[in-house]
């Protein structure tokens, strides 16, 4: 019998078309035996596994900016570009996401933390509420624009910075069969230009480990990306990508946002009857 694994990549708001694909999977019961994510894709695992159908769309599109967890306008009252504590603090009480229900389901999953030292990918899950927020926010920490999260006294950032789609994690896991949610368009890959670069070097210049990592992330993400093409044209893997526009990282248009979810629902409804045939 196959063992199935859910891999959800990351993105920023270009994880509003995998909460899509999320609440599909919800609304036609799929379930899968592993789950992992890592960045954006961490809170859609976490939506996932909690059941919490809409849960990252509704943190997402705010119609007042200033209810916003990023941006100019709500640096106003949180003095931070991207505050992750509105996502797993106060959205999580707005929105009705419960942490120990979260915790009771007895999933496998895993979220994808890049250790600053090591400049390595650590895989964590757990069964303990307050923890499992640690981890998500160290998993969506984004480079530049927030500030570590220590757990056991050790600093985390973007888990996609060492393991942007973490589908050998999943094979490692015995999954022979996997659903790759990717956020990006077939062919569609980011460069990091020079200024970028000099600025990651200023910052994290002490953490040489992680600076590497970051420097390299789009070789890492292409051969990734091929990794899992290659999984798909042997029948093992099923990719769910967008084939419209993609949204920015730091999206703040309502109407491209939405449309974007909906469009993640549409494309799982596609491949639902090939998901279904795996068990």
Same mark, same amino acid.
């Given at each position: 019998?196959?063992?199935?694994?859910?891999?959800?990549?990351?993105?920023?708001?270009?994880?509003?078309f995998?909460?899509?694909?999320?609440?599909?999977?919800?609304?036609?019961?799929?379930?899968?035996d592993?789950?992992?994510?890592?960045?954006?894709?961490?809170?859609?695992?976490?939506?996932?596994?909690?059941?919490?159908?809409?849960?990252?769309?509704?943190?997402?599109?705010?119609k007042?900016?200033f &209810?916003?967890?990023?941006g100019?306008?709500?640096?106003?009252?949180s003095?931070?570009?991207?505050d992750?504590?509105?996502v797993?603090?106060?959205?999580?009480?707005?929105?009705?996401?419960?942490?120990?229900?979260?915790?009771?389901?007895?999933?496998e999953?895993e979220?994808?933390?890049?250790? *600053?030292?090591?400049? #390595?990918?650590e895989?964590?899950?757990?069964?303990?509420?307050?923890?499992?927020?640690? *981890?998500?926010?160290?998993?969506?920490s984004?480079?530049?624009?927030?500030?570590?999260?220590e757990?056991?006294?050790?600093?985390?950032?973007?888990?996609?910075?060492c393991?942007?789609?973490?589908?050998?994690?999943?094979?490692?896991?015995?999954?022979?069969?996997?659903?790759i949610?990717?956020?990006? #368009?077939?062919?569609?890959?980011?460069?990091?230009?020079?200024?970028?670069?000099?600025l990651?070097?200023? *910052?994290?210049?002490?953490?040489?480990?992680?600076?590497?990592?970051?420097?390299?992330?789009?070789?890492l993400?292409?051969?990734?990306?091929?990794l899992?093409?290659?999984?798909?044209?042997?029948?093992?893997?099923?990719?769910?990508?967008l084939?419209?526009?993609?949204?920015g990282?730091?999206?703040? &248009?309502?109407?491209?946002?939405?449309?974007?979810?909906y469009h993640?629902?549409?494309?799982?409804?596609?491949?639902l009857?090939k998901?279904?045939?795996?068990?």
């Open positions: 019998m196959s063992k199935t694994g859910l891999v959800l990549e990351g993105g920023g708001l270009r994880g509003v995998t909460s899509g694909v999320i609440d599909c999977l919800l609304d036609n019961r799929i379930n899968f592993y789950v992992v994510g890592v960045s954006a894709g961490c809170c859609n695992l976490y939506q996932y596994v909690a059941g919490n159908r809409g849960y990252f769309r509704s943190c997402v599109i705010q007042n900016p &209810n916003s967890f990023y100019v306008p709500q640096m106003v009252t003095h931070k570009f991207v992750l504590e509105k797993f603090d106060e959205y999580a009480e707005k929105y009705g996401f419960s942490y120990d229900e979260f915790v009771k389901n007895d999933m999953w979220a994808v933390l890049s250790n *600053i030292d090591t400049g #390595k990918p895989y964590m899950s757990t069964r303990d509420a307050e923890r499992s927020k640690l *981890i998500g926010k160290a998993s969506c984004m480079p530049g624009l927030t500030s570590p999260v757990i056991d006294g050790k600093l985390y950032l973007d888990g996609g910075i393991d942007s789609i973490p589908v050998e994690r999943a094979l490692e896991k015995g999954c022979d069969k996997l659903v949610v990717l956020t990006r #368009k077939k062919g569609n890959f980011s460069v990091m230009n020079e200024p970028t670069k000099l990651f070097r200023r *910052i994290y210049g002490d953490h040489p480990n992680f600076l590497e990592a970051v420097l390299n992330r789009n070789d993400y292409k051969n990734q990306v091929a899992s093409e290659k999984l798909e044209e042997e029948g093992k893997a099923v990719i769910i990508r084939t419209m526009q993609e949204v990282r730091l999206e703040s &248009n309502e109407d491209e946002l939405t449309l974007s979810y993640g629902y549409t494309k799982a409804k596609e491949y009857d998901i279904n045939s795996w068990k």
